[in-house]
């Protein structure tokens, strides 16, 4: 008889860790608060309207590929992938913008006109942000980081010096740019690794090469084509998927799960995965005795901002934009301390606009504009309508003005999404995001742990544990906890 499995949660991690232990012959059933399988990448259709609900760029191509190369699929059996060019906008401070070209060449002659002189410098940082990326995402993030003896490689621990394991890359950066522009253009990426470029390690210059040489892709239909993919193989490999089932508690006897409690009845299992947020399952799932982390752990904790957003349906195309823009043209450090250092509302806060529909139009009706605008924020703090309304002008008015168009009076559609909305939508600690910031002292064996600690079989996957936040990390989490569910459990 097949061992059962129980997986909490249809994001992509959960998805994934459902998806490889069925197709290790594990019988396997995964339980989904929501409607719709995605977690973070739902979508939401409102009048002819269909929003991507979070995630947006698509970064790392090979990995989506590998992991529908995993089951004998590929990535186009699925969805058509589009590279975009120009890759994004920056818009900067002094009415500058640029637009990064696609191609290597065309970058990099941008980069000269930014700052004269700088090719090689960024041809060697970029040679050495290849060579993270092919150790970083072949070796380090399939570890479980559950021993250090993982590490004892000597060959890895000579890897980790020659990585920059240890130097932020705040510093990595400044090593090889001066112009300012350029520094917030090298920083940028680490945004999705849910802190700053003070506090997150130099490893990760990896995500310039997959930013630059690997490029920015959409999904045609949107991200969720992603997870209706990855649903699709689920139900192949025979995952059992039952939505609109919240699950309530964990019942707990002799140190094992006995019971799944769900709205929908009762489950039992040999093992259980948790996908969704770590510090809800041990705080509101578990019974007290039994979770890995006290509250001082969660506290002390560096959480990934949390976001305010807003899903807008425009009745006319838009001009001078592109699919994706970055409003950076505000104190970046001003905005970091007030998410990290001081948290409270920003004073003026920088922003990501996006409009697929530029690429995509099937995602709007006829003649008119999908958006999409983030700001980061600082997790836990709460909101009121009020406070979005008053951010809504805020970003709009720059928007408006850096752009030349008149936007606000042709909204036909304006949703929005944060603090509140996180706690509610998917328990998520703090509001948070994103998960944990993948700082150094948050790095691999530092992240709370895919195995309880004092449950023998509840294990976790997805952004809060290894190997981080992002919608790549979380299809390899949910490789690496399959992986070790059946080697310590069958
Ligand atoms: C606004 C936003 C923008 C982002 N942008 C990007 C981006 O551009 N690129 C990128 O790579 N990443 C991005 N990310 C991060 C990325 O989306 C996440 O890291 C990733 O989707 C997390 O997947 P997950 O499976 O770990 O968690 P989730 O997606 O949160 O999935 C967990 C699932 O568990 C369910 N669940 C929770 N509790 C229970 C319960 N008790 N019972 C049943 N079900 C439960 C939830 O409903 C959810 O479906 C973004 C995230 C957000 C929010």
């Known amino acids: 008889m097949a061992k059962k499995a129980i997986v909490i949660g249809a994001g992509f991690s959960g998805l994934s860790a459902a998806t490889h232990l069925a197709d290790m012959g594990w019988d396997v059933t995964l339980l989904e608060k929501h409607n719709q399988t995605g977690g973070r990448a739902r979508i939401m259709e409102k009048d002819g309207f269909r929003f991507d609900m979070g995630p ?57 006109s930014l700052e004269p002189g700088v090719g090689p410098k960024l041809d060697e940082f970029l040679k050495q942000a290849a060579y993270k990326y092919k150790v970083g995402i072949n070796e380090f993030v399939y570890k479980p980081s559950l021993s250090l003896t993982e590490f004892a490689d000597p060959r890895l621990l000579l890897e980790v010096f020659r990585l920059d394991l240890l130097k932020s890359m705040s510093a990595h950066v400044r090593k090889f740019f001066k112009d300012e522009r350029l520094i917030k253009i090298m920083e940028f990426p680490v945004l999705f690794l849910g802190g700053t470029a003070k506090t997150i390690p130099a490893l990760y210059s990896l995500m310039n090469y997959a930013d630059i040489k690997l490029g920015t892709w959409y999904p045609m239909g949107g991200m969720h084509k992603i997870a209706e993919g990855m649903t699709a193989v689920a139900v192949e490999k025979g995952v059992k998927i039952q939505l609109n089932t919240p699950v309530r508690q964990l019942e707990v006897k002799g140190g094992k799960i006995m019971a799944v409690v769900t709205d929908n009845g009762t489950f039992t299992a040999d093992v259980i995965i948790n996908s969704g947020d770590y510090h809800h399952c041990e705080t509101a799932l578990l019974p007290a005795a039994f979770r890995s982390y006290s509250d001082d752990y969660w506290n002390s904790r560096v959480m990934a901002p949390s976001s305010l957003l807003y899903y807008l349906g425009i009745n006319k195309r838009l001009k001078n934009l592109l699919h994706h823009n970055l409003f950076f043209d505000e104190d970046f450090n ?52 009020e406070i979005r309304e008053k951010y809504y002008h805020i970003v709009m008015e720059r928007l408006e003005q850096r752009t030349g168009q008149e936007i606000r009076p042709h909204v036909i559609v304006k949703e929005t999404f944060a603090y509140q909305d996180f706690v509610s939508e998917y328990h998520s600690f703090k509001g948070n995001a994103y998960g944990l910031a993948n700082t150094l002292t948050q790095t691999a064996i530092l992240k709370p742990s895919l195995r309880s600690k ?4 509840l294990f976790h996957t997805g952004q809060l544990t290894v190997p981080g936040p992002g919608v790549p990390p979380s299809l390899i989490s949910g490789r690496v906890v399959a992986q070790v569910v059946e080697r310590t459990v069958r």
């Open 334 to 385: 001003r905005h970091a301390a007030e998410i990290y250092d001081t948290p409270r509302w920003p004073e003026r806060p920088l922003f990501y606009a996006s409009a697929p529909s530029l690429t995509d139009p099937s995602i709007a009706p006829e003649g008119c504009e999908n958006m999409f605008l983030l700001i980061p924020i600082a997790p836990g703090m709460p909101d009121t309508p």
């Open 454 to 457: 004092k449950v023998s079989n």
């Open 56 to 112: 947006s760029w698509y970064w790392m191509p090979d990995v989506f590929e590998t992991y529908f190369g995993w089951f004998g699929k590929k990535v186009s059996d699925y969805y058509e992938l589009v590279r975009l060019d120009p890759s994004y906008s920056v818009f900067l401070e002094g009415n500058e913008r640029v637009d990064l070209p696609a191609d290597y060449q065309e970058f990099r002659k941008l980069c000269e």
